[in-house]
């Protein structure tokens, strides 16, 4: 919290909210996008991105997919939701960052908006140092035990 000592306006920290689709296919392989953009760029994260004002998680999904990879998708079942920073340094904002498994019902991946590249990976074929985020190892493996028999 940060208040102003003239007029005592308070102004509360609060997390930016994200909303990422875990696409699978049918051989088990996720869909994973290219930051075209800092932070990280160059490095791999889940498609999505921040919800706009008064929309829905799972709207903001749905609609993130269409901007970044031309895809209409249906999401499944709510994974999860993780805690992480927008950036690797102590200043960045804190983001809440919901993630759906998905299916794509129509279009093909191709890379749009602040996405250079789209790629299938089984989850187990990509290092953590090319990831873009510390919370995508963890939806990697929260993906990985329910998957588990």
């Not at 609609?63 to 895809?71: G, I, K, M, P, S």
Request: net charge negative; aromatic share 10%; charged share 30%.
């Amino acid at each position: 919290m940060v208040e102003c000592g003239v007029c005592g306006f308070r102004s509360y920290a609060s997390s930016k909210p994200t909303a990422s689709a875990v696409c699978l296919d049918d051989e088990g392989r996720v869909l994973l996008s290219r930051r075209g953009i800092e932070p990280f760029a160059g490095k791999w994260d889940f498609p999505g991105g921040f919800l706009d004002e008064e929309e829905h998680p799972r709207d903001c999904v749905v609609r993130e997919l269409r901007e970044e990879a031309r895809v209409e998708i249906e999401p499944l079942e709510l994974l999860g939701v993780w805690i992480d920073r927008y950036g690797g340094d102590g200043s960045a904002a804190t983001t809440l960052n919901f993630y759906w498994t998905a299916r794509i019902v129509a279009g093909r991946p191709e890379p749009h908006d602040d996405v250079a590249e789209l790629k299938w990976f089984a989850p187990t074929d990509i290092s953590d140092a090319d990831l873009a985020f510390p919370h995508t190892r963890q939806v990697l493996a929260a993906l990985a035990s329910t998957s588990t028999p």
